[in-house]
């Protein structure tokens, strides 16, 4: 999987166009892994908020039994940080506990199928 740029560099809060940018470009990352999981619009919701005490923006892919976060926060170092969890139902945010993912290791074809396989897993899916 090709990795966009917006995740790998740090953002200003006060810079529009960079913010929209990593809005797009996860969101994106996000309905590919919907896709690549076979799941079809309805078995799933791309949700944006923002945890103002520590001054993130996450977007999450939610479904019934998976919750898939990408959060980006100004003056990261390290771009984006991933992870997901279990969790029952829609409304259910808190779930289990985080798995974080490597970024970097879905930069590999392996790595992107590796998590794939353990997404699919976790949501109870087969295919």
């Known amino acids: 999987m090709k990795l966009p740029k917006s995740f790998f560099g740090p953002h200003a809060s006060t810079n529009s166009s960079a913010c929209q940018a990593v809005r797009r470009d996860a969101c994106r990352v996000l309905r590919r ?43 990261q170092e390290g771009g984006v940080r991933m992870s997901y969890r279990t969790c029952r139902g829609r409304n259910d945010m808190t779930g289990g506990r985080d798995n974080a993912v490597s970024v970097e290791s879905l930069a590999s074809d392996q790595g992107y199928a590796s998590l794939l396989a353990t997404l699919r897993v976790v949501a109870g899916r087969r295919s």
Do not use: N, W
């Not at 999981?37 to 892919?61: G, K, W």
């Open 33 to 75: 892994f919907a896709g690549d999981m076979a799941l079809s619009p309805r078995d799933y919701t791309i949700r944006e908020h923002r945890q103002r005490r520590r001054d993130v923006d996450v977007f999450a892919l939610h479904t019934s039994s998976l919750l898939v976060e990408i959060q980006h926060g100004p003056g």
